[in-house]
């Protein structure tokens, strides 16, 4: 399911329910209409504590962007009133109102910069506030199956929420719909959790135990046999460490130069067999000394495989690189002049 920012709730009736614990008794009875004493708090009570910790360390940093009609979510980047979010959050929109998670006065900004290809961008506060605080970008390289994680934005215009659930995967490469402010990116080594994530939420915080950001919200899988309704418990963040590689980048120079994403240095089109199924991606162009110059691919070339991955379009193309880092060595299978050739190709950067 697509998170584009949620349309602005002018009220709103919901069911809201939270999380107990279970505390062992004293085990003696007491008489009818005695007074009875609460137990004392058990070390069950641990992960409780370890949660409101972290919320209360890393909330502050998680903020609120409405862009015209529409909200989303972003996270404090610097105490210069940097602040990342989704590409897709901020549309086509130059101008935007914040919301800090400690006060209810929007606040001014403006766009620093905006990277589709990624769905990430970065908007300024046009007058920061003193003790703005910045989050802390956890290792992506550390994220593991099985950790806890709690996602922080606004959900539904629901602003400074929160929701837990565990890391589900690592390393899920997903293809985002075209929407006003992305061209339908597809996306490597995305994060993906159990943690709710809603209309809203994107752009906000996706952050471990140790109060560190691992990610940024992005998206939900849906269920096509319920309608492309959302898929419960299965929703994709953008890695720290894109998120940090890029922002940094566009609060330099408003530009991307590096997107530490693979590619062959080419430029395809469909390519249908004689029964006109897509059968490959045709090389329309090749970039001078780019990866797939020095491996003597060719303009009219039919790439048809990625090592074992099928290529059938250039979409299907796409998503297999996403899947490499630069440097990565692969197998470009393709056809010329209706032969099956092979070259290998040392990746370049996208």
């Not at 934005?153 to 390393?171: C, E, F, N, Y």
């Not at 809203?200 to 309608?227: F, K, R």
């Not at 250039?314 to 060595?329: E, H, R, V, W, Y």
Request: aromatic share 4%; hydrophobic share 40%.
């Amino acid at each position: 399911m697509w998170l584009g920012p949620a349309a602005v709730l002018a009220a709103a009736a919901l069911l809201v329910t939270g999380c107990s614990s279970t505390h062992k008794g004293s085990g003696s009875s007491t008489a009818a209409g005695a007074a009875t004493t609460a137990p004392a708090p058990s070390a069950s009570n641990q992960t409780e504590q370890d949660y409101q910790q972290v919320i209360n360390q890393v909330l502050p940093s998680v903020v609120q962007i409405t862009a015209g009609d529409s909200l989303g979510s972003g996270i404090v980047f610097d105490d210069k009133g940097d602040i990342v979010t989704n590409a897709h959050v901020v549309g086509t929109a130059q101008t935007f109102t914040v919301t800090l998670a400690n006060s209810t006065k929007p606040l001014d900004a403006t766009l620093v910069g905006s990277y589709p290809q990624s769905d990430l961008a970065v908007i300024k506060l046009s007058n920061p506030p003193g003790g703005l605080k910045p989050a802390a970008f956890a290792d992506s390289s550390k994220v593991a199956i099985g950790q806890i994680t709690l996602a922080m934005g606004s959900p539904l215009g629901l602003s400074s929420s929160v929701t837990q659930g565990i890391v589900s995967a690592v390393g899920r490469t997903v293809s985002e719909p075209q929407t006003s402010g992305s061209p339908g990116a597809t996306i490597g080594n995305m994060v993906q959790t159990s943690a709710a994530i809603n209309p809203g939420n994107s752009g906000g915080a996706l952050v471990n135990l140790s109060s560190q950001v691992i990610g940024i919200n992005t998206l939900t899988a849906v269920d096509p046999e319920l309608g492309n309704s959302a898929a419960p418990g299965i929703g994709f963040a953008i890695p720290a460490a894109t998120v940090t590689s890029i922002a940094n980048q566009l609060i330099t120079s408003g530009t991307v130069t590096n997107s530490g994403r693979a590619a062959l240095g080419v430029t395809v089109r469909p390519y249908f067999d004689a029964n006109f199924q897509p059968a490959g991606a045709v090389i329309v162009s090749v970039s001078a000394g780019g990866p797939a110059a020095a491996a003597g691919l060719q303009a009219g070339d039919v790439i048809t495989k990625i090592n074992d991955t099928a290529i059938t379009s250039p979409s299907a193309l796409t998503t297999a690189l996403a899947g490499f880092s630069p440097g990565d060595k692969v197998t470009v299978g393709y056809q010329r002049d209706g032969k099956n050739q092979s070259a290998d190709v040392t990746l370049g950067t996208l």
